[in-house]
């Protein structure tokens, strides 16, 4: 009696150890499957840490980015603006004026700094040399470069630098009257020697505008 009661708690307990299998084999299961992920990262990771030290390597290799030069001052041209020019114009037939912007190109710093001090010697210059000029004249590029050569020496001549124009062509030989026989005979004073040339540190006139009205 006792040995056929103890059979059904015998058979119950075969299926208490077969769940307790199953779920040692499922943990087991889980626990490769996770210890297959990390191990996926790890060797990812590892993979990726490597190419970004490649990377870094390459780069130190690398010839290193070059720096924008920097502009030397002394080579940089030294611009010298004065204020806008209004002046009557030496038409006869009409009254005219100009309206003319200038700037002084020069090759020296420390001059254009000076050309302050005389800056309103130097404006009477050029509203002098623009007094005389008439409108057709300065229409005309030829008239516009021929003023720019005027100013240059105008704005320099207050600073103490006499610019001599460029020497005219020698006239063809014409037929000698007897004035200039005469002129000839008598004693010749003697010529005064020509000075030598100046040097001009105004290089270059710039038009920022001219208006002829």
């Keep these: 009696m006792s040995a056929a009661a103890a059979e059904p708690v015998a058979d119950g307990a075969a299926p208490k150890k077969g769940k307790k299998k199953l779920i040692i084999m499922i943990a087991a299961a889980l626990v490769l499957a996770g210890g297959g992920g990390g191990g996926y990262f790890y060797m990812a990771k590892k993979k990726a840490d490597a190419a970004a030290a490649a990377a870094a390597e390459d780069s130190e290799d690398a010839e290193p980015a070059r720096k924008p030069a920097k502009a030397d001052p002394k080579s940089l041209p030294t611009y010298v603006p004065l204020d806008p020019f209004v002046v009557n114009l030496a038409d006869k037939d009409a009254d005219r004026f100009a309206q003319i912007g200038v700037t ?31 409108s057709a004249e300065l229409l005309e590029r030829s008239g516009k470069e021929a003023l720019a050569e005027e100013i240059m020496r105008e704005a320099a001549r207050p600073m103490g630098i006499e610019v001599d124009e460029e020497d005219e062509e020698e006239e063809a030989p014409k037929k000698k009257s007897k004035a200039d026989v005469e002129e000839e005979a008598a004693p010749k004073k003697k010529k005064k020697k020509k000075r030598k040339p100046m040097h001009n540190p105004i290089t270059t006139v710039l038009f920022s505008t001219f208006i002829i009205q």
């Design 104 to 134: 002084l190109q020069v090759d020296d710093p420390k001059f254009a700094e000076d050309m302050k001090t005389f800056m309103p010697a130097i404006r009477n210059g050029i509203l002098m040399a623009l007094a005389h000029k008439t």
